[in-house]
Structure formats: C-alpha cells, structure tokens
C-alpha cells in the first residue's frame, strides 16, 4: 500500500485529495500546525482514516521527524499562505510559509526519503502581469503580489532541488479551482456565502472589488487528480491545469444571484478596500499539455461550479437557522 503525505491538508485542496487518494487505496497522512484551536472541519468526515501529525513548515526539524516516522512514497505540498490580499499585510510571514516553506520541505525530503515523488502547488498568480493569452508551460511569470512572489520561488526551487539532486519534484501550475469547501475570504465563496445570506435574509448588501477581473475558474474535486497524475509519470514535469476558459467576477455574480432568483445589481456595492494595490486583470490557462500527457480534462463546467457553491451555502445557512 502507498503512503501518501499532504501538507496543509485541512484546506480545500489538501481534503479533497485525501478523499481522492483514500479511493486509490492509499494510506493517507496529514501534516497539521500544532494551534490551541483545530481547524480541520473539512477532513472532520476523513479522520478515522488519515493520521495526522504535527509539524510547521517553519520548523525544518520537525519535517524532518514527520518524514522519518511516515517514510512516505509520495508528498503534496499544499501549505502555504494562500490568500493574496493577507500577503500584501503579512509579506514577510508569505514569504516564510509559502517560498522558505518549499524550501525546507525540499531539504527534508533530500535527506530523509530522497526517492519519494514531491508535487508542489504553484500558482496561476505567478503570470500576474501576463505576457501571453493564455498562458501555459513556457509562459514568463510576472507577479504581483508578495503571494505570488513567493508562489514563484516555490516553483523555481522545486525545478532547482530536481535537477541539482536529481529528485522527482514536479510543480503544478493551477488555475482558480473552487468549491463549497474554499475559505469565505475567496472572492467565489464570498460571493455564495453572501447571496445565501441575502436570500435568508440575513444581509442586505454584498461588498465587492473589481468586476471585471477574469479567472479560470474550475472544480477543486477535478483539479486535484491531476496532482496524483503528476506523479504517476515516468519523468518529473510541471503542467498547467485548467479549464481554458475565461470568465469575470461579474459574470460569476450573474449566476449566482439568478440560482436564487435575484439580480445581482440590487445587492452589490463596490468597495474600494476591496482593490488590490496591483491588480491582475486576466488569467486564462492553457491544459493542452495536461491534456496531452496526464490525459487529464475537468468535468465541472463553470455554471455547475456556481450552482454547487450556492446550493451549498444555501442549504448550510438553512440549516443554520434551524
């Protein structure tokens, strides 16, 4: 049976691989932050099936522990300080986390159990700036946010300890994957969050930033199986994973307050604080590559992601106020 190690897995990504690889028949372990409060509600349903063990990405020597005890064959790397507007508060923890992190995690690795397979998650912020539509493999990265920056060196250290030390290190570059399970400070589980809100009237407004921001918006629950066929390759490589479709916030606000039968105009108001101090205007993912190699594909279409997200915030609100 196979071992399988995902840091950060109580975030959206890291429960859904779980789910994923417990299917493959994996034994799953779960790197977990030692805190006085938990918060693990999204792998609450999977516990009886993971371990868990504590360690942080700030502490090299207990990676080092972790690694010596679970021996695993293969490793995700999904910790990381993830949300872009708390980078631009916390530039200097970003980068600890989510560049230094990979870095120790990496190192670990080499001395600990240096033929295990390594996945680490980058960014589709990384293009930032973006030099080319869409964008794929050979695309350059521009950032623009501490939390991209540091995506960016994550990525170039992982493609840097592959081929200095010859270990099977592969980088995903995803595009925007969401779900029910996406933190409320996203703006797609905001905007669910809130319209389910304002349905049951519990609010009456929805705060937002810039509209006109376009995402490659895909499933979460899709996304996370082209992670494990990264490594089930005969050579360690980097793909893009997306859906190849581009859609605004705008639009993501149409659909959701039509699910429940309102216009989106009469609740939304635009908040300047809301704004990034660089904004990234268009992401658009090119999966040919992934397609091609992984013979990956998503099977959620964007108006189905949306429908999800606010069928479950509507039905959890419900319960709520029960």
Not at 125 to 151: D, I, L, W
Not at 196 to 224: C, P, Q, S, T
């Amino acid at each position: 049976m196979k071992k399988a190690l995902i840091t950060g897995i109580t975030g959206q990504d890291g429960s859904y691989l779980a789910e994923f690889l417990l299917g493959q028949g994996y034994e799953v372990y779960g790197m977990m932050r030692r805190s006085s409060t938990e918060t693990a509600e999204r792998i609450e349903h999977l516990k009886s099936q993971v371990s868990i063990y504590n360690a942080d990405l700030l502490d090299e020597m207990s990676l080092i522990h972790m690694l010596e005890e679970v021996m695993p064959d293969e490793i995700y790397n999904l910790a990381a300080q993830s949300f872009v507007h708390t980078s631009w508060n916390q530039p200097v923890l970003t980068g600890e986390f989510t560049a230094l992190g990979v870095t120790r995690m990496l190192d670990s690795m080499r001395y600990v159990c240096p033929k295990a397979r390594f996945y680490q998650a980058s960014s589709s912020e990384m293009y930032g700036k973006v030099h080319a539509v869409p964008q794929n493999e050979e695309t350059p990265f521009h950032p623009r946010s501490p939390y991209a920056a540091a995506k960016v060196y994550g990525h170039y250290i992982t493609l840097n300890y592959r081929e200095s030390y010859n270990l099977f290190a592969v980088s995903g570059i995803l595009f925007n994957h969401e779900s029910p399970r996406r933190g409320k400070e996203f703006v797609t589980r905001k905007i669910t969050d809130g319209v389910a809100r304002i349905k049951h009237g519990l609010i009456k407004e929805l705060r937002m930033g810039n509209l006109d921001a376009k995402r490659d918006w895909g499933f979460a629950g899709d996304y996370v199986k082209a992670m494990w066929l990264m490594l089930q390759q005969d050579q360690p490589d980097d793909y893009v994973i997306a859906t190849g479709e581009t859609h605004s916030v705008k639009e993501f606000l149409e659909l959701a307050f039509a699910r429940v039968d309102l216009n989106w105009k009469d609740y939304v108001v635009i908040d300047p604080k809301f704004l990034r101090p660089a904004e990234v205007d268009l992401l658009l993912g090119d999966p040919a590559k992934a397609q091609k190699k992984l013979g990956w594909k998503p099977e959620v279409n964007f108006q189905e992601l949306v429908n999800m997200m606010v069928d479950a915030d509507m039905a959890r609100i419900k319960h709520q106020l029960r």
